[in-house]
């Protein structure tokens, strides 16, 4: 797979070139938009990091300190992050989610002044103590993300339908146009991120996880039920086979897309969100994959008390 190394490699000279020669107009260009749609966009910022870093080191086996220094800001290096082992087939689609997520951070850098990329753990502990929480259960093994394909797109279907989520959530509440354009753009490619991990699944849906005697249907519906847990805001997250009357027109089980009854993408709140990915129910109290909490207004305001 060494052909990848050179047009990333050609393309991320690109992505520094750019911006090393627009940082300066860039930064603090946030003039004539609401403090609101800054804050509501830049909140995404601590997803978009989660996932560039998730998805580069998997593929590549480095980060953004190495291919876009940059776009970090300045923040600490994740903690725990490595290369995974993946075929070739699924490897090519996890680089290009990582070039994805560089532009989309480097999009709403260019628009928002932006912050640092916060602490991140994205350890085989993170993702081992969310599977024996969604399974209610000590896992017979330790599960970790990194060691083969179904193990990495089943820890993939925990990031970018967060994401999504979150976008749809921050749709009615902003007001420029500039914010609802970015929004939409990140929104698009979230959701296609989401079906194609979801996708990849639904075809091995059925089959064993090894070493455990749980289904890939039985992951995806532990992993939603425990984000519609922490959440704590009904349910907005569908696993990949449900009861027929929660899949599409409440009479079919294949659940390909989360949706509602009117097939509709879910919305949750950057507090909704923070729940979930601080692994702890409160948007108050840091852990998981933010050990000391994400970065921002929104996500500070909560870390002040
Ligand atoms: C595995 O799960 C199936 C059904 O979920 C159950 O019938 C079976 O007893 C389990 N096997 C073991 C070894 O736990
Ligand atoms: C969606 O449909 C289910 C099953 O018909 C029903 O129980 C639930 O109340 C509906 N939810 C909403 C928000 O209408
Ligand atoms: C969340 O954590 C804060 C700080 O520890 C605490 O004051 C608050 O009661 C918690 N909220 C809930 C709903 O548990």
Do not use: C
């Amino acid at each position: 797979m060494m052909a990848f190394s050179t047009p990333a490699a050609v393309l991320i000279t690109v992505v520094l070139l750019f911006r090393g020669g627009s940082s300066t107009p860039e930064s603090g260009n946030s003039n004539g938009l609401p403090k609101s749609d800054v804050d509501l966009l830049e909140f995404p910022l601590n997803l978009e990091y989660l996932e560039a870093e998730f998805f580069s080191w998997a593929a590549l086996g480095r980060g953004l300190d190495s291919l876009a220094p940059n776009l970090a800001m300045g923040g600490p290096s994740p903690i725990g992050v490595q290369k995974a082992n993946l075929s070739p087939e699924i490897r090519d689609i996890i680089i290009q989610f990582a070039l994805q997520e560089f532009g989309h951070l480097r999009a709403i850098q260019r628009t928002f002044p932006g912050f640092p990329r916060p602490l991140m753990d994205l350890s085989k502990t993170s993702f081992a103590s969310i599977m024996n929480n969604a399974f209610g259960e000590a896992l017979v093994s330790e599960f970790d993300p990194y060691a083969n394909d179904i193990n990495y797109l089943i820890a993939s279907y925990v990031l970018p339908y967060v994401g999504l989520t979150g976008y749809v959530g921050a749709t009615p509440k902003l007001h420029s146009p500039i914010a609802k354009m970015l929004v939409g753009g990140l929104l698009g490619m979230e959701s296609g991120q989401d079906a194609v991990v979801r996708t990849l699944l639904y075809q091995r849906v059925f089959m064993k996880v090894w070493p455990y005697n749980y289904t890939v249907a039985e992951f995806t519906d532990k992993i939603s039920n425990l984000r519609n847990n922490l959440g704590m805001n009904g349910v907005k997250d569908e696993g990949l086979i449900v009861t027929p009357e929660q899949g599409a027109e409440g009479i079919i089980s294949g659940n390909i897309l989360a949706g509602n009854n009117d097939s509709l993408s879910y919305p949750r709140t950057p507090e909704e969100i923070l729940r979930i990915v601080y692994g702890t129910g409160n948007e108050s109290v840091p852990g998981l994959f933010y050990p000391k909490g994400a970065n921002g207004e929104i996500a500070k305001s909560y870390l002040s008390h």
